[in-house]
């Protein structure tokens, strides 16, 4: 089973191909989610992924979680971001730590 963003129609999708439970399409994949920004809580230290979804979804998570866990960070993906890049955070352990150093020195346009 493979859980992905797609961009789509100007929306991030998220596609689960292969679950044996869900309604599919005929072309086998299950529309998990649809946003028009994907964001994504994770631990600044070690780049632990711990939440990825909707932003408000995500962000009450993160406004419920922040005094627990001590490094909890949150980014949001401005629209457009390459969809490519998101699902590496998902499949790429640490990566989300690499994008975030990435875009908080990014120069502001």
Known sequence: MTTLYELRY???????????????SPSGEHIVLMCDQVAMCFDVESGTLFKH????????????????????????????????????CLTTSGHIGEVYKRLMLAPEV
């Open 10 to 24: 100007g929306s991030y999708y998220l596609i689960r191909k292969g679950s044996p439970n869900a309604v599919t």
């Open 53 to 88: 979804g909707a932003h408000d979804v995500v962000q009450s998570w993160y406004q419920a979680q922040r005094l627990n866990i001590f490094n909890l960070a949150l980014l949001v993906f401005p629209a457009g971001h390459p969809v490519e890049d998101i699902n590496r």
